[in-house]
């Protein structure tokens, strides 16, 4: 007999066994028994409990983190410039903080040491329906001609001529606004990364000439928080010219160039070119006074948020177990941390991060950022 079938016949002898007198209750559930090759004991108890009921109740344990959680979660991680589980996780205490202390969070204690105690794992699952209706700009175009002069008296770089556990030797790039085409004028970032503390600066320069790139160099010198130790730059005419060749001599100051054709010997600032400039910006054509000027201010906000606001993961060790390669990166920190943990930056430079951190609003510097960017989209239309 089917289960379908023995629900039926439950179905039709049950009320006459409740009203049966108990020597035919007795008849009733021998036949019943019988028929179903229950155990007596089971039969006795469907017939006067009637058949069991399905829980709706959702199997497994009871969900840690509920609806106010994740909206809080979400909102950190908007915040944080939608980072992954990794980078955010360490960060994400602090972040709650500052939006707290500019109004812009209001969650309960209890909220806040849920957030706290989330797994990298948790995190990410999660922000699963938060990065599904996020938006992606689009990627990069290069465009670098290479400079055929000074390359001999310019060193290729290599692990020797750096102490990368020191601030002030960075990797620049050039990042071309130059649309569908490299023909004619256009604007450029110039894109610059500190190896030891991920410390970003992107600048506008109105075009890949030699005086615009070192006017952009000088402006990126001024705003970084410790002293230019090193440049390391690619092989393009913008950067081999003997202007900033010798200015580096002056100033002592290493300049390395990268070998050609080998991206990930400038891998920092290549990362950089996509995360700090790419995904924000785009990839459309500009030209104009208007759109540089546009550029300036958007990251004018954009520098202060990278810095102080984004959580990078470095690399600490890499070894290589048969055909795979196992890599470890330490705990994740934003730049603006790793400048107050180094012993190499003075005090004084230190506190005047820190008051600055303290007036910093990320949510503020985005919602300027995002009005600056729909006004330079307009641009191309």
Same mark, same amino acid.
């Given at each position: 007999?089917?289960?379908?079938?023995?629900?039926?016949?439950?179905?039709?002898?049950?009320?006459?066994? &409740?009203?049966?007198?108990?020597?035919?209750?007795?008849?009733?559930?021998?036949?019943?028994?019988?028929?179903?090759?229950?155990?007596?004991?089971?039969? $006795?108890?469907?017939?006067?409990?009637?058949?069991?009921?399905?829980?709706?109740?959702?199997?497994?344990?009871?969900?840690?983190? +509920?609806?106010?959680?994740?909206?809080?979660? #979400?909102?950190?991680?908007?915040?944080?410039?939608?980072?992954?589980?990794?980078?955010?996780?360490?960060?994400?205490?602090?972040?709650?903080?500052?939006?707290?202390?500019?109004?812009? @969070?209001?969650?309960?204690?209890?909220?806040?040491?849920? &957030?706290?105690?989330?797994?990298?794992?948790?995190?990410?699952?999660?922000?699963?329906?938060?990065?599904?209706?996020?938006?992606?700009?689009?990627?990069?175009?290069?465009?670098?001609?290479?400079?055929?002069?000074?390359?001999?008296?310019?060193?290729?770089?290599?692990?020797?001529?750096?102490?990368?556990?020191?601030?002030?030797?960075?990797?620049?790039?050039?990042?071309?606004?130059?649309?569908?085409?490299?023909?004619?004028?256009?604007?450029?970032?110039?894109?610059?990364?500190? $190896?030891?503390?991920?410390?970003?600066?992107?600048?506008?320069?109105?075009?890949? +000439?030699?005086?615009?790139?070192?006017?952009?160099?000088?402006?990126?010198?001024?705003?970084?928080?410790?002293?230019?130790?090193?440049?390391?730059?690619?092989?393009?005419?913008?950067?081999?010219?003997?202007?900033?060749?010798?200015?580096?001599?002056?100033?002592?100051?290493?300049?390395?160039?990268?070998?050609?054709?080998?991206?990930?010997?400038?891998?920092?600032?290549?990362?950089?070119?996509?995360?700090?400039?790419?995904?924000?910006?785009?990839?459309?054509?500009?030209?104009?006074?208007?759109? &540089?000027?546009?550029?300036?201010?958007?990251?004018?906000?954009?520098?202060?948020? $990278?810095?102080?606001?984004?959580?990078?993961?470095? @690399?600490?060790?890499?070894?290589?177990?048969?055909?795979?390669?196992?890599?470890?990166?330490?705990?994740?920190?934003?730049?603006?941390?790793?400048? @107050? #943990?180094?012993?190499?930056?003075?005090?004084?430079?230190?506190?005047?991060?820190?008051? @600055?951190?303290?007036?910093?609003?990320? &949510?503020?510097?985005?919602?300027?950022?995002?009005?600056?960017?729909?006004?330079?989209?307009?641009?191309?239309?």
């Amino acid at each position: 007999m089917t289960h379908q079938a023995k629900r039926e016949l439950l179905k039709k002898i049950r009320p006459r066994y &409740l009203k049966a007198s108990k020597a035919e209750k007795t008849r009733i559930l021998d036949e019943f028994a019988a028929a179903t090759d229950y155990n007596r004991k089971y039969a $006795i108890h469907l017939l006067r409990n009637g058949p069991p009921r399905r829980s709706t109740k959702r199997a497994g344990r009871r969900r840690t983190y +509920g609806p106010e959680v994740v909206a809080a979660l #979400a909102q950190v991680w908007e915040a944080s410039g939608r980072v992954c589980g990794k980078r955010l996780q360490p960060f994400i205490g602090e972040m709650a903080e500052v939006l707290e202390r500019h109004q812009e @969070l209001v969650i309960s204690e209890q909220t806040k040491t849920l &957030l706290g105690q989330m797994s990298t794992a948790t995190i990410d699952r999660r922000l699963q329906a938060a990065r599904a209706r996020s938006a992606h700009r689009g990627r990069s175009v290069g465009g670098t001609k290479p400079g055929s002069l000074l390359k001999t008296a310019i060193p290729v770089r290599t692990f020797a001529d750096w102490d990368e556990a020191k601030p002030g030797f960075v990797e620049m790039d050039l990042v071309a606004h130059c649309g569908d085409t490299t023909t004619g004028v256009y604007l450029n970032t110039l894109c610059v990364v500190d $190896i030891a503390t991920g410390w970003t600066e992107p600048v506008a320069v109105a075009n890949k +000439g030699q005086q615009a790139t070192f006017e952009g160099i000088q402006i990126m010198r001024q705003r970084l928080p410790f002293p230019l130790l090193g440049i390391d730059s690619d092989n393009g005419s913008e950067f081999i010219n003997d202007h900033l060749h010798r200015y580096c001599l002056n100033q002592h100051i290493t300049f390395t160039r990268s070998r050609p054709y080998r991206k990930n010997d400038q891998a920092h600032v290549e990362q950089k070119n996509w995360t700090a400039v790419r995904q924000w910006v785009g990839y459309h054509r500009y030209e104009s006074p208007e759109a &540089l000027a546009l550029l300036e201010a958007i990251y004018a906000d954009l520098r202060l948020f $990278i810095n102080f606001f984004q959580p990078v993961m470095k @690399l600490i060790d890499k070894t290589r177990v048969g055909s795979k390669v196992r890599k470890q990166y330490d705990t994740a920190q934003t730049p603006y941390q790793r400048v @107050l #943990a180094s012993p190499d930056i003075d005090d004084s430079v230190k506190d005047q991060l820190r008051d @600055l951190y303290l007036s910093l609003n990320p &949510l503020a510097l985005q919602r300027r950022i995002e009005a600056n960017l729909k006004k330079l989209w307009t641009l191309n239309r």
